[in-house]
């Protein structure tokens, strides 16, 4: 054997014998979480969104009006959630069908 050859694991989702690294690709791609605003538009980490109704902030005893402009958002790996930074409120977590992307 050389020592270019490499594992092979079994993928019990399609029967076959896989490549170790070309597996754990088909599993990263899989888990990967689609996050898509109001109106169906994909979210990705750093884009900028605006909030399409009044939201109230649990705990900052403040609400964020409609239109608000909310830069730099983050994907938490849950296709509701997005987090997010705006001045005064720590830990700021959105959900994504009241924001649409700019």
Known sequence: MSGTDEDYVYDEASGEWLPASELAAKQ??????EVRDAVGNLLADGDAVTL?????????????????????????????EIDCKYPGIKGLVLRAEFVRKR
């Open 52 to 80: 399409i109704k009044d939201l109230e902030v649990k705990g900052a005893g403040q609400t964020l009006k409609q239109g608000t402009l909310i830069k730099s958002i983050r994907l938490t790996g849950d296709a509701q």
């Open 28 to 33: 990263a791609a899989e888990d990967a979480v």
